[in-house]
């Protein structure tokens, strides 16, 4: 029962379910530590929620007649629907996106996440990435319109923007 449950959520919803998990972890870790712990403690707390979660996932490559049984590792496959990619660095940049988006095409998947746990405030390491027209990548960066409030958002308000500015 609780497969089918699972099964009726829409990719808004399992994205809110993987970014609340995500906050969940950095406001208890902080920012610093190596990647593979980001992933053990956030398929944890996915696996908590009732998620089905896979890590470092083999996705096959096809090229012409080639063929190779591990194209790319997806780092966490949520749902078996989205690729969650994530990194500890000081700041993500424009290569980490498209890694994201190429592993999206290739695994003909729409939906990925890249999230950066080694940003001091997570919301600013967050990219949603769809496979699609360009205009169908929505970006959460630093300089976001939150940057003109005199005061930090709420996780709930950062949800409802994250959320809203999906075309």
Known sequence: MEN???RTIDDNQLSRMILDAA???HTRTGPGLLESVYETILVYELR???LQVDRQV????????LV???GFRADVLVEKRVIVELKSVGQLTEVHSKQVLTQL?????T???????GEVHLKNGIQRITNGAPNLKTRIAKGSVFSSRPSRPSREAFMRFFLASRL
Do not use: H, M, W
Not at 59 to 64: A, F, S, T
């Open 4 to 6: 089918e449950v699972q």
């Open 105 to 109: 095409r290739l695994s003909d998947r």
């Open 68 to 70: 190779f049984d591990e």
């Open 48 to 50: 908590k929620a009732g």
């Open 23 to 25: 906050f969940k972890v």
């Open 58 to 65: 083999a996705i096959p490559l096809r090229y012409d007649c």
């Open 111 to 117: 939906l990925g996440l890249l999230i950066n746990f």
